[in-house]
């Protein structure tokens, strides 16, 4: 049962630290206070290390990442690291363009974050140094599907073991392993990948779920997975005919903020290979 | 009839990639989904020509330039005419500051867009070659009424004919034209102005028809300019006691979400000269 | 009564400049259009004279600063007072960062601002030299409470003299003060802390209010202030079951849009000392 992972966070409003791009950083500030989390957002170099050192976690997201912001990556997130903190890459473009390909690797190989969140074609790409995308979102062709299923769960372990963090892979079927465990979670609907930035959004809300949630990693990221789908599935209910996405995207934050264990525990659809 | 236009662009899904203002760039991105379009955003000069290499169009709105951003407009710029993509330039603010008038008429002069929407105020500058706005907004005296119609028509096309671009001039009465021809447009509703960045979403919007509809630039701008118009019309039906600019913003880009070609000819209100 | 100074905006329609957080940028800039004023945002040193020049008001908010856009502040600032336009400083997150500290304690003594406006724990810092907040957000040990009260007015009027600025320090207690009278605002809802940036919209609005009632500063932050808190008050009224924080901001925006002299009147709670 994930639900207890809920709770805690709203016990320990974990603060975050996101250097996160900055179409969806809004949307991530408000999920991350609608879980009970508290964000600051921070990118320059001078400035993220005093930042980094009040938090419990940081968040990285190389959306829209620039020269000065890479550098603060970097400074940050070898502070956190160094203060034990939770550090998440969210490697946005990964395999789209050369400098976001080579920034998303060199993160993960020097921070090495305890937790690595992605679409199948991000996170192949980490994985083979390389990659193609169809900008931001996933290629079909990489999709996770049943007949893929068992295939992609020893991929995700096997990646969890070489990178050492906990591997995250969001899709109509959701993913998040260590190299011995797979949650395999089918929470959520389609209609999500009609709002820009759910995926920074989860993003967000693992880091802190994984921050309150220092001794049980896998299952707070877990949780936040099948948060993030059930509260996409609770808000789908809330929508009024006529709604957009636009409207969707404030209902999902709003099922959120109202997200408890029992709703999460009683939501929840995954299972563990 | 321009609802064939509409439905192109869920039949293509095209990828725009956007160099855009973070004041309104959640929006942006939260309307190219909603019209059936897929948004990419990059604005760091050794990362722009990738991104822009895998998309089909690219949405150039200077509203919050700054050297390194300008950089990366004119690499993307030079990228994406060299590809045959389409490109759309919003002067946000020319006339309202030196760098703002001078970056606009440089992209209007080295890239040649194949789009420029603007107010009246912006696209006055780029003719005058300087010009004076209050702040963002149109001033009032440059206004497109009933009285000045004709000759602005005429300036549209003139305008048209010497920069080879498609020019959109969008106020209470809204023009797109080409050299020969001009769409006057009468959809739309004056709240549409306390909304930040209705602007910077129809160019959004715009670059995603035009880049659809390759060989009806001049159709599909009027399009979107009419999509636009109308999303506001039901928008504002839509709203209910108490809500005001800000639920109104989320409400126009569901209009946009349930946009089809039958709404849009239903509602389009329109002549050509 | 506070009424007239929020008609005073809808009347004059002031044009703000906004050097401000991309965080919340969005919301700040549709809260200054739904009180009737008119914002712009610029942050490039080379561009923001020119934009500041045609402003009556400067939103200076740290939240995301970096050494370019703290460049921007310094030029902006110096240009604004030149003319003798109103200018507000947001300290955000002074006191959690040596960078943050400096730069809000170096805006206040060399530009001089006519209002700085944060929480305890941000107004502590500059009045100490140095701070320690949690975050963004306040420290629940410099809470300005019942028991705190009058020592906390005596403190708001004498940094209001030394600085030479209105000070505004709000929390569960809103304290709006000059050097010899204090306003004690018992306006909005504890829930108006779990939306992002409530704080920031708050600076904005104010610059817009003390923009358009230059020859009463004191009364016109306090206006802004109690408008910012009722408008808080009145969207939880609207607040639908399910509806949490990503709504809550959008009602809270709707309310100031239709916020009038009449409506403040009737609902604002302060007392004078």
Chains 1, 2, 3 share one sequence.
Do not use: W
Not at 88 to 98: E, I, Y
Not at 133 to 155: N, P, Y
Not at 158 to 184: E, M, Q, R
Not at 187 to 198: K, L, Q, S
Request: hydrophobic share 40%; charged share 25%.
């Amino acid at each position: 049962m994930l639900g207890i992972y809920v709770e805690e966070v709203r016990k320990k409003s974990p603060l975050v630290h996101n250097i996160t791009n900055y179409v969806t950083v809004n949307d991530v500030a408000n999920i991350l206070l609608a879980c009970g989390g508290s964000p600051i957002m921070s990118d320059e170099p001078e400035d993220v290390e005093d930042i980094t050192s009040i938090c419990g976690g940081l968040n990285i997201n190389i959306g829209t990442l620039n020269k000065r912001t890479i550098e603060g990556m970097f400074v940050a997130g070898k502070k956190a690291k160094e203060l034990g903190h939770i550090v998440l890459l969210d490697p946005v473009g990964a395999g789209a363009s050369r400098l976001r390909t080579e920034t998303a690797i060199k993160i993960m190989e020097e921070i090495k974050p305890d937790v690595i969140r992605g679409n199948i074609s991000e996170i192949k790409t980490l994985v083979n140094g390389s990659g193609t995308t169809k900008g931001v979102d996933a290629d079909v062709a990489d999709a996770v599907t049943e007949d893929s299923l068992e295939q992609m769960v020893a991929f995700a372990k096997k990646f969890a073991k070489k990178s050492g963090a906990i591997i995250a892979i969001t899709g109509a079927i959701d993913l998040v392993a260590d190299k011995d465990h797979c949650y395999v979670i089918r929470n959520g609907r389609p209609e999500m990948g009609r709002i820009t930035g759910t995926g920074c959004q989860l993003s967000g809300l693992m880091t802190a779920y994984v921050t309150a949630n220092r001794d049980h990693k896998l299952e707070a990221a877990a949780a936040a997975v099948t948060s993030m789908g059930l509260a996409g599935e609770i808000a789908y209910d809330h929508l009024q005919k006529d709604e957009g996405n636009s409207t969707y995207r404030n209902r999902i934050i709003d099922a959120i903020y109202h997200m408890d264990g029992d709703t999460l525990d009683q939501g929840a659809r995954y299972e563990v290979f």
